[in-house]
């Protein structure tokens, strides 16, 4: 169990905070320590230079040091807070979801931009874009962070949002209820887009598995698959698991040990995802639809050539703020 000092002020608090977490080698030391303590102290950020002298309860300043020695051990500070900020939402994270990274609000950025190229394209300019009649799916929805950013700048658009995850989908749910979108995106356990096909074999995966579901329950979920089918999408858009297996053992023990590998592997080489989700969307995206994509640093090379220009056109690629390209986008001609 950790010590605590005799001296609780914030000041020293934070102090030793970071000094544990920098002989620890933690990256981002100074504000994991920061984030930390804020979290125990339940307060915000002006709080913690504004009162340096403060004293803090020893009951809190004993939790900061518990939480501090979890950190050093590898658990990520957004599991040990509980949120993480994406998009200027504050998000619940938990281990069953990818922890929203900074990077991804690029894909919104290039959607955003993307749309109102479309829209102008189509006859219909508007002062400011809304999403009215844009029918839009984020696949492999995680936390919802894709998906709920959209539903904040696009209020009239209809959203989607699938994920092989159930446990994802209950913190995605439960993020867009707490920001107020709940009736805004439907959610929908699929892998990819099989849960949108209206052929029988689909819609046999996506049915509940036998006995897991009450015979009411189960036609009520079919219904509600039903009523999805033959969907097709202005825009679908995805960060889908992009890690190959074969790095596994060299990601940060935060991220190998902590996040869920559903989110992270896209296979062996990491890029194989793209080669089932590429054609799909195809297959669901309405003439003139577009499809903005994240990929990792090294997927460029395989991912690319899966846009064939029978298919797509105006195929762009954004750099992030480190300069490595991470955005792919496309649109079905
Ligand atoms: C890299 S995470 C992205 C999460 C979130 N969209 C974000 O950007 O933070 C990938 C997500 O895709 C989900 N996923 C993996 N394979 C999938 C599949 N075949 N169909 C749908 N979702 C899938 C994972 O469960 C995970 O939530």
Known sequence: ???????????????????????????WFTLAAELLLLHVANQDRTWLYA????????????????LLHRRVLGEPTQHLTGKQEFWGLEFEVTPDVLIPRPETEHLIEVALDRLAVHELQAGRPTAK??????????IGTGSGCIAIALAKELPAATIYATDVSRAALEVARRNATHRGF?????????????????????????????G?????????????IASHKSLRFDLIISNPPYIGRQEGDSLPIEVREHEPATALYGGQEGYELYGH?????????????????????????????????????????????????????????
């Not at 874009?129 to 984020?138: F, P, Q």
């Not at 994509?293 to 997927?299: K, V």
């Open 1 to 27: 169990m950790a010590q605590v000092s005799t001296d609780r002020s914030v000041r020293s608090l934070l102090r030793q905070g970071i000094e544990q977490l920098r002989a620890a080698e933690v990256p």
């Open 51 to 66: 009162h340096p002298e403060e004293m803090l309860p020893c009951e809190t300043a004993e939790k900061y040091f518990a």
């Open 129 to 138: 874009l809304i999403g009215e009649n844009l029918t839009i799916v984020d």
């Open 182 to 210: 709940s009736n805004r995106i439907h959610f929908l356990e699929s892998n990819l887009l099989e849960a949108f096909r209206s052929n029988p074999v689909a819609a046999q995966h996506a049915a509940p598995q036998p």
């Open 212 to 224: 897991t579901h009450s015979t009411k329950s189960a036609s009520s979920h079919e219904s509600r």
């Open 277 to 333: 989700l590429i054609p799909q969307a195809a297959q669901f995206l309405k003439p003139g639809g577009l499809l903005i994509l994240e990929f990792g640093h090294n997927s460029l090379p395989a991912v690319k050539p899966l846009l064939d220009s029978s298919t797509w056109h105006k195929i762009a690629v954004t750099k992030d703020l480190a300069g490595i390209p991470r955005v792919l986008s496309a649109q079905r001609i």
